[in-house]
């Protein structure tokens, strides 16, 4: 194996640093300071579990552990820290504070999504695999509906081998998260009479989509079950994975599959410290294959060393009082977090608002919100509107509303051609698009936004350790931004199509070394449907203005109030959060698994970072959702008729 192949993370050489800091010097940058015991964690050089509430600045932690392996050598030099995400926004923020945080190894810091780093390997080392699992003719990825799940459990029960009849009972939601995914590939397809119920149903499942004429078929479950076989059949690769990454984290480790925890022991299992962050009662994705338990799975298997983190650093003190309510529900012995937030005066931290309709809630909350951003210095984007489910529901009657007081609402959640407006908004293809269009369109005034198109570029074109192609790139960019600054100039949004416009600048950044750096960085972000979806979202907005000022400010819509599901919220902060819909029709699933319901209900009221508004109506609160009201009655929280 080549030098080349074991760097599976890193295509350039990097240069050695020049100084390293000692570990007694050694001290955080860009914060104050650490709790104890994320000073504890962080120092420890073995396997580590941080079990991480909400705001106690995991993201924070992983990069100030990062630079302190980074820049005390404990991580030498040419070794690189990986680190697995499960969002790509979360990958790519985690990245940009290392950077910011330790500019001078930033380059061994690889941050990546599981499913990027599964996929990297499989396309990279594909030829490597068992003489049974080599693709002729390469594979597309694709998710299998539920309905083709079903179809496909229909047939295998019945073409089953007579000794397996009646044992094929397997539930199609949870077949490939759980069964697919949980079966290690042999390295030699078992024979039938050497087989399993769960043995050949998976086997004829990889039969159907994969091992078929023409091109393959899979999904990342599958894709991550080839990676795992790939390093366990090729000794070489493992090792090599190991040297280059001696260290790993892994990020919201809650949400961990069983593929994943499988692929995750398979190859840094030995040999590997490991560093998980994650939170049991935020534990909202076993609809997903999430495996029960994972934080105290990973301390059994890997024998690592737990660390609990008790700082708060979003929500204030009276919120924090109410989250330990809930999460004492789901974890008896949870320790009530420190807040670290400054309480504001003059407000209730949290409410229930009663209403006697739909219409009234919406027309009364608007006006709330205008009447507050009015008498204080907050902007529309301080205020969320979370969910359980079915947000497109809620956002006509609140997009009027609020309309009316020039305030504008973005449904996180919308589809955007095949994207979600938030998977859109995040995607790096987009980002650089809109980007180049305010840099051209403002010529003078976003130092900020030149560095990162700037750092994009380079990134796109591989030139993150070369200085020579880094100042090309820098200059590549301003005859860019001339150039398209020209057209904009001469193509007003009153008469240009979202086409026109996607396509000028597709010819302006290098369309096919664009296209290869999605590939590469971003597996399972389609380039083209990225593509279909900007040009969606900007034709919607060319509509409604005759500046490209203000196309861009519609389009990313950042100064609005957000509308979206609780699962999407996940991360994210804001200073007043109205937790609509807090009834029987938005949580009709509770009773079917009323652990992830109220994880659920934990992770969307502790997205508020000063004021906590509940909404319900009058119906019945009998039966699962009647948890919720005791719960909050506890919590001393108010209840106030609005009409």
């Known amino acids: 194996m080549s030098a080349s192949d074991r760097r599976v993370a890193r295509g350039a050489p990097t240069q050695m640093p020049t100084s390293l800091i000692s570990v007694k010097d050694w001290r955080p940058a860009g914060i104050e300071d650490l709790e104890p015991d994320a000073w504890a964690a962080l120092r420890d050089t073995g396997n580590v579990a941080v079990v991480a509430g909400p705001g106690a600045g995991k993201t924070e932690f992983l990069a100030q552990r990062a630079s302190y392996l980074l820049q005390t050598g404990l991580c030498p030099w040419p070794q690189h820290i990986l680190a697995i995400s499960f969002k790509r926004d979360a990958a790519a923020n985690l990245g940009r504070r290392v950077a910011a945080r330790a500019p001078e190894h930033a380059s061994r810091f690889a941050s990546m999504t599981f499913d990027a780093f599964t996929k990297g390997l499989v396309d990279r080392f594909a030829l490597a695999l068992p003489q049974d699992w080599r693709m002729s003719h390469g594979y597309d990825i694709r998710n299998a509906p539920k309905s083709e799940v079903d179809a496909f459990l229909n047939s295998v029960a019945f073409s089953a081998p007579q000794a397996l009849d009646g044992k094929l009972g397997f539930q199609s939601g949870r077949f490939v998260s759980d069964i697919v995914g949980g079966w290690n590939l042999p390295e030699s397809l078992p024979a039938d009479d050497d087989i399993d119920p769960v043995s050949y149903a998976v086997r004829e499942w990889w039969r159907a989509r994969y091992l078929r004429p023409g091109r393959a078929e899979v999904d990342f479950v599958m894709l991550n079950r080839l990676a795992e076989l790939l390093v366990r059949a090729v000794p070489k690769l493992r090792r090599a994975l190991r040297m280059t990454y001696p260290i790993v984290f892994v990020d919201e480790f809650q949400d961990t599959t069983s593929a994943q925890f499988s692929f995750l022991t398979s190859v840094f299992g030995e040999e590997t410290a490991v560093t998980t962050v994650g939170d049991s009662k935020q534990r909202i994705m076993g609809w997903a294959g999430a495996v029960p338990e994972a934080v105290q799975r990973f301390t059994s298997t890997f024998n690592a060393s737990t660390y609990r983190l008790a700082w708060n650093f979003r929500s204030s003190d009276a919120l924090v009082g109410l989250q330990h309510v809930i999460a004492s529900k789901l974890d008896p012995a949870a320790v009530r977090a420190t807040s670290k ?53 809620f956002e006509p009657l609140f997009r009027a509303r609020l309309a009316a007081h020039g305030i504008r609402v973005r449904n996180d959640d919308a589809r955007v051609g095949k994207l979600a407006l938030q998977d859109l908004l995040k995607s790096e293809t987009s980002r650089l698009f809109v980007g180049l269009l305010r840099l051209a369109h403002r010529p003078r005034g976003l130092a900020a936004l030149w560095q990162e198109m700037s750092a994009t570029l380079e990134r796109v074109r591989g030139a993150t350790d070369h200085e020579t192609v880094q100042q090309r790139v820098s200059d590549d960019l301003s005859d860019l931004t001339t150039r398209l600054r020209a057209w904009l100039q001469a193509h007003p949004p009153s008469i240009t199509s979202a086409a026109d416009t996607v396509g000028k600048v597709l010819d302006l950044v290098d369309s096919a070394a664009l296209r290869r750096y999605v590939r590469a960085s971003a597996p399972g972000e389609e380039f083209d449907l990225v593509i279909d979806a900007f040009e969606a979202r900007l034709e919607t907005v060319l509509e409604r203005a005759d500046d490209w000022g203000v196309v861009l400010d519609e389009f990313e819509s950042a100064d609005a109030v957000v509308l979206l599901t609780t699962h999407r919220s996940k991360g994210l902060e804001y200073h007043t959060v109205f937790f609509l819909g807090i009834h029987g029709r938005q949580w009709w699933s509770l009773g079917n698994d009323p652990r992830e319901g109220t994880s659920t209900f934990f992770v969307g009221l502790s997205r508020a970072a000063q004021r906590l508004v509940f909404t319900s109506d009058r119906s019945g609160r009998t039966g699962p959702i009647s948890a919720f009201f005791a719960m909050l009655t506890e919590a001393g929280v108010a209840e106030v008729n609005q009409g």
């Open 341 to 393: 937030a400054n309480a504001e005066a003059g407000h209730e931290p949290a409410m229930l608002w009663t209403f006697s309709g739909e219409e009234r809630e919406a027309r009364y909350i608007a006006d709330w919100i205008a009447r507050d951003i009015a008498g204080s210095d907050r902007t529309p984007a301080d205020f969320a509107l979370i969910a359980r489910q079915k947000v497109k529901d």
